[in-house]
Nanobody, 118 residues
């Protein structure tokens, strides 16, 4: 079993930055891939970015390319999402997820709220 704990959400003005953290209790074959998702009020869950612990494979949603950066610190079992040039439409609850491979996620964090004011 892998537990994920997110932190770093908050309120920021448009154009500002936030860094989200996701600490995993351990790394196993069933959590080789990590990702961030988000869900805005009244909308479905959207994939934002993903990474493998090796750091060799990353992906981003088109809506965040060039603004968000996902990274992994193996020594700390922590994945980060650096969010720059934030827009009001980035407002959502952001969730960390882990799974054996990209697009197959079994474990989820509790979510952290990100609110971007205009």
């Amino acid at each position: 079993q892998v537990q994920l704990v997110e932190s770093g959400g908050g309120l920021v003005q448009a154009g500002g930055s936030l860094r989200l953290s996701c600490a995993a209790t351990r790394r196993t074959a069933s959590s080789a891939a990590m990702a961030w998702f988000r869900q805005a009020p009244g909308k479905g869950r959207e994939s934002v970015a993903g990474i493998t612990w090796s750091g060799r494979d990353t992906y981003y949603a088109d809506s965040v390319k060039g603004r968000f950066t996902i990274s992994a610190d193996n020594a700390k079992n922590t994945v980060y999402l650096q969010m720059n040039s934030l827009k009001p439409e980035d407002t959502a609850v952001y969730y960390c997820a882990a799974g054996p491979k990209t697009s197959q996620y079994y474990y989820w964090g509790q979510g952290t709220q990100v609110t971007v004011s205009s």
